[in-house]
């Protein structure tokens, strides 16, 4: 874990936040503390938006995802639509280069597995809904088009119909 994120639901920091971060960081955590929960929350949204559905689908890591040129289009695609929905939605963000950030992001854990790959390793369904699925579900509130999500949530509900 690189770091713990906290903020405020409907910020700006607070002394309560901050005595939590505190606690955090008595125990040896890096911390940081966002007055917009908002933006924190849709920054981390874009690594997983971008690796769990292709890692869930390949069944690769992140950085055989992230080395691969057909894994590059998942996580161009994906990346690109969720940033266009954020922006939409009026998320603030300091990602300028949507697709930079999550390759500069999934360089730091090359072995890594997301929870979504590691739930379909052991034949459980996942949290699409909520990862890649969020995208679609907010692009259509906001008349934005999110068709690779939108294929990325049907192939692993697909995929899940063989669980037992």
Known sequence: MEFVRLGEYAGPK???LEQVAEIWRSGGFKVLTFDD???MVWEKLTCNVAFSGPCTLTGLTIGQVRADASGFFFY????????TVARAKGIASDIDDPVTYVSDFSAKI????PSMLLDHMAGRRC???VINGA???EGARLGVPTPVNVLVCALVRAKETTFG
């Open 14 to 16: 607070t002394e309560r």
């Open 37 to 39: 929960i908002h933006k």
């Open 76 to 83: 161009d695609s994906w990346s690109t639509e969720f940033y």
């Open 110 to 113: 090359p072995n890594a597995r």
């Open 127 to 129: 949290e699409i809904d």
């Open 135 to 137: 995208i679609p579900r």
